[in-house]
């Protein structure tokens, strides 16, 4: 048996907490929260291909402040099965093996997982479309084979999660190695760099592109860096709500950052400094509503996914540029789709990681790449763990998660026995 933050499946606490935890913040972990801190057993080996892992460090993710707060939308929620332990981001080490698991996974390999819950995780032959494709992310079989329903580890009651010291089990397909120079911070942050990087991939790297990147939360910050290490030459421009965000942001590779600043007086910012094109660039205001701009830049990254932000992010696209969307964004409302339409924007979701074509024509997984770029400037992203939490902890790092505004707070952790 061990200790584990579980997330339990119930319609009133549901409604409790997403009525009362935007005023108070303490009841999204309170006796009548989603989440418990409860005695549970190992999870068994689906099959006698999978490996145990105890977790060493294991990250708070947005993903999971928004399950636990009950703010998000219930669009994953046919696709888990509860009860179960949170933790998708983690680092650990195997502990035990199956029968048939391939020889290069021995007990006492450091190692990250990908949870990604696809058919060659699940053990089913043959692989959906997505999956085919590499897409794994993407799996249409998110409710069949070995294990229970889950799109993630740290959301499927079968495979345990990163907040517990009763383990975690995992396919081989899921593991990478992690470098002896990269520290267990950062490779505890390994699965965010990934998805971070993958949105990275698809900005424009040339030089003499604009790129708006709107928050600078871990992931908005993690992608600015995944976007230098792959060789991206743009103009970054970033929109930072707190002082230490703007700063770690010029750390990691923006070029210039703002803070939060009424609609005319941030779209001006904008366009001053690469987003005015042609004599009749220029903001524009409506008789009612948001300014309308005229010009725009390349490419913008929405990290943040709220209202606001996806409505700012398409009015500062240039005719026939790219929008990312990166943040989680529930149900936004109050988006002028206008903008999308007259401007012929394109407007493309990124999700997760998958396969990517590396600057050097390699073709590699998402997260080993990203662990190359670690092992290759071994603690640039240490900084960003910037809270250490044991599981007896739970409420109060939760807390601190949440607490963005703390100067110098990034990313939290929980750190777990290594015995």
Request: charged share 20%.
């Amino acid at each position: 048996m061990g200790e584990s933050i579980q997330f339990i499946r119930s319609v009133p606490r549901w409604l409790f907490v997403r009525n009362l935890s935007g005023r108070w913040p303490s009841a999204a972990t309170g006796a009548l929260s989603c989440i418990r801190r409860v005695e549970t057993p190992p999870p068994r080996l689906p099959t006698q291909e999978w490996v145990r892992i105890r977790p060493y460090m294991s990250g708070i993710c947005g993903s999971d402040l928004s399950a636990i707060a009950c703010k998000g939308s219930p669009y994953f929620s046919p696709f888990v099965s509860t009860p179960f332990v949170l933790g998708h981001e983690l680092v650990g080490e195997i502990v035990e093996t199956g029968n048939e698991t391939p020889k290069a996974w021995q007990v006492g390999r450091r190692v990250v997982i990908e949870p990604a819950l696809g058919c060659e995780v699940r053990g089913l032959r043959p692989p959906c479309r997505s999956c085919a494709a590499g897409e794994y992310a993407n799996c249409e079989n998110i409710t069949k084979g070995s294990i229970p329903a889950g799109f993630q580890t740290g959301y499927c009651a079968g495979t345990g999660g990163g907040w517990s010291t009763a383990t975690v089990v995992a396919h081989p397909s899921q593991l990478q190695a992690v470098p002896e120079v990269v520290s267990d911070e950062e490779a505890a942050l390994a699965e965010p760099f990934a998805c971070s990087l993958h949105a990275a991939m698809k900005i424009p790297r040339e030089k003499g592109k604009t790129i708006l990147v709107i928050g600078s939360g871990t992931i908005g910050l993690l992608l600015i860096h995944g976007y230098r290490r792959a060789g991206g030459q743009g103009r970054v421009l970033v929109v930072a709500r707190f002082a230490h965000q703007a700063e770690m942001a010029r750390r990691l590779g923006a070029d210039e950052c703002v803070n939060l600043r009424p609609p005319r007086e941030f779209y001006q910012w904008v366009l001053e400094r690469g987003g005015g094109a042609g004599e009749g660039a220029g903001i524009y205001q409506p008789e009612l509503g948001k300014p309308v701009v005229l010009g725009g830049v390349d490419c913008i990254v929405d990290c943040v996914g709220n209202s606001q932000t996806i409505d700012d992010a398409v009015r500062l696209a240039r005719p026939g540029g790219l929008v990312l969307l990166v943040g989680m964004p529930g149900i936004p409302r109050n988006v002028d789709w206008t903008a999308i339409w007259y401007k012929q924007l394109s407007v493309q979701g990124t999700y997760a990681y998958g396969w990517e074509t590396a600057p050097d024509g390699r073709r590699v997984k998402t997260i080993q790449l990203g662990l190359e770029y670690m092992a290759g400037n071994p603690g640039a992203l240490a900084p960003l763990v910037s809270g250490r939490f044991s599981l007896e902890e739970y409420r109060a790092a939760i807390q601190h998660a949440f607490r963005t505004d703390l100067p110098g707070n990034f990313k939290t952790m929980f750190v777990l026995p290594r015995t």
